[in-house]
C-alpha cells in the first residue's frame, strides 16, 4: 500500500500535468481560430453601409482573398448624417498590410460562395489617397446579394408572364 507522501505526489504530478495540458489546448484554440492574435498591432477601420447582410462578429475581413484581420463591432447608429448607410462595422487589421491599403480603398461585404458566410472585402485596386490609420472610415462599394438578384429575377419573371 502507497504512503500518504506518495499519493499525494501523485495527485500534485496529475493536477500539474492536467494544468499543463489546459494551457496547452487554450494557447492553441487561441493561435487556430484568429488572424489577430493578442501580440500583433491591429488598427481600426470603419465603414458605413446600408444593410448588413447577415455579417456576424468576428468574420474575417479579406484584402484580395487574403484574410488580414477581423470585424469587432456591428452596430446600427441614429446619425441623420448616414440615414442611407446606417450600419457601422468596425474591423481589426494586422499592421502588417497597413502598407498595401490606403483611404481609396472599397469596403464591399461579399458572400463566400452560394450559401457561405458574408464577409469584409477590401478592394484596393487602382486606389489611391492617404495610407490607413487606426480609425480612418473607408467608403463602400455596393455590391447585388444573392436576394437582390432573385428579387429582380422575379420582378422580371412577373412581367413576362402575367399571372
Do not use: H
Not at 24 to 49: C, D, N, P, S, W
Not at 99 to 127: H, I, P, S, W, Y
Amino acid at each position: 500500500m502507497p504512503s500518504e507522501k506518495q499519493v499525494k505526489w501523485s495527485q500534485l504530478r496529475v493536477g500539474l500535468t492536467v494544468l499543463a495540458a489546459l494551457i496547452t489546448l487554450a494557447v492553441l484554440i487561441f493561435v487556430m481560430t484568429g488572424t489577430t492574435g493578442l501580440f500583433t498591432r491591429k488598427i481600426l477601420m470603419r465603414a458605413y453601409v446600408d444593410d448588413a447582410a447577415g455579417l456576424r462578429v468576428g468574420a474575417p475581413v479579406r484584402l484580395e482573398g487574403v484574410d488580414v484581420g477581423n470585424v469587432v463591432k456591428i452596430r446600427v447608429v441614429a446619425d441623420p448624417k448616414r440615414a442611407l448607410a446606417p450600419v457601422e462595422i468596425v474591423s481589426k487589421i494586422t499592421t502588417k498590410y497597413q502598407d498595401t491599403m490606403n483611404k481609396g480603398c472599397q469596403v464591399l461585404l461579399t458572400t463566400a460562395g452560394v450559401l457561405g458566410e458574408v464577409f469584409v472585402d477590401v478592394d484596393c485596386r487602382g486606389a489611391k489617397g492617404e495610407p490607413l490609420r487606426t480609425g480612418d472610415e473607408l467608403p463602400t462599394k455596393d455590391v447585388p446579394q444573392l436576394q437582390d438578384v432573385v428579387r429582380a429575377s422575379q420582378a422580371r419573371c412577373r412581367t413576362l408572364i402575367p399571372w
